[in-house]
């Protein structure tokens, strides 16, 4: 069998969005013999996906913190490796991932889950080339529209579509929610239950989830917001 292998990159390994997709691609390649590697950019969010044993995840020492430390430390780290692909899952991962393998040949991929935040100059302009020389996948056509307007760059290659993954499992709704009222303590079985999943970052504007809420409330609705996130919020 032919031997191959893979080093994916990604801002940290909260387990929602970004790493809940990785860790059921990385489920599946582990399956199929591949060498997997996992890069993590932040490492200061604990993870509790259930990664295969044979799975290796590398971090950055606390000293390289930096945007420059980080991306010094992941070219290194490629050059270690030698993976035939190099597969980022968020759009800063890609920059650094694009950086860090600058005159290489290595295959890259990006899958981007959201719209990518407004960012300064330099930013921008290293997000011209990432979109000449990688391959992008998004979930949803409204992200690729927004990246060719936001990004334009000549020859770039196609994007693809592909909707997020969703692990094998059933559930019965019903059971499932009588456990989550029982479980926050509300008595009213017709609540309504408003879920948000996110970094609790200024930018996914979780103030307003909050505000909104409160507003409904005031309309005389038995209505609760429940956040799962990680972040300064």
């Known amino acids: 069998m032919l031997f191959r292998s893979i080093l994916f990159v990604i801002k940290s390994l909260f387990p929602a969005g970004?790493?809940?997709?990785?860790?059921?691609?990385?489920?599946?390649?582990?399956?199929?013999?591949?060498?997997?590697?996992?890069?993590?950019?932040?490492p200061s969010v604990s993870c509790s996906l259930k990664l295969p044993t044979t799975v290796r995840v590398h971090t950055p020492r606390p000293a390289e913190r930096g945007r420059l430390?980080?991306?010094?430390?992941?070219?290194?780290?490629?050059q270690k490796l030698r993976p035939g692909i190099v597969h980022s899952w968020d759009f800063d991962s890609a920059i650094f991932s694009h950086l860090a393998t600058l005159g290489g040949r290595t295959r890259r991929i990006s899958t981007l889950l959201e719209?990518?935040?407004?960012?300064?100059?330099?930013?921008?302009?290293?997000?011209?080339?990432?979109?000449?020389?990688?391959?992008?996948?998004?979930?949803?056509?409204?992200?690729?529209?927004?990246?060719?307007?936001?990004?334009?760059?000549?020859?770039?290659?196609?994007?693809?579509?592909?909707?997020?993954?969703?692990?094998p499992r059933t559930f019965d709704r019903l059971s499932a929610r009588q456990r989550l009222l029982q479980g926050l303590g509300i008595d009213n079985p017709d609540a309504l239950i408003i879920t948000t999943v996110a970094e609790l970052s200024p930018r996914t504007r979780i103030k307003d989830q909050l505000w909104a809420a409160a507003l409904l409330e005031c309309v005389d609705y038995d209505i609760h917001l429940l956040v799962f996130g990680v972040g300064q919020q």
């Open 69 to 78: 430390a980080k991306t010094a430390w992941l070219r290194q780290l490629t």
């Open 115 to 167: 719209i990518p935040p407004a960012r300064e100059l330099w930013f921008r302009q290293a997000s011209q080339a990432l979109l000449k020389r990688t391959e992008i996948v998004v979930f949803h056509e409204r992200i690729s529209r927004f990246i060719s307007q936001s990004y334009p760059a000549s020859e770039a290659k196609p994007m693809r579509v592909i909707p997020n993954a969703i692990d």
């Open 18 to 42: 970004d790493a809940y997709q990785l860790h059921l691609l990385v489920g599946e390649l582990a399956m199929r013999d591949w060498d997997i590697h996992i890069a993590v950019m932040d």
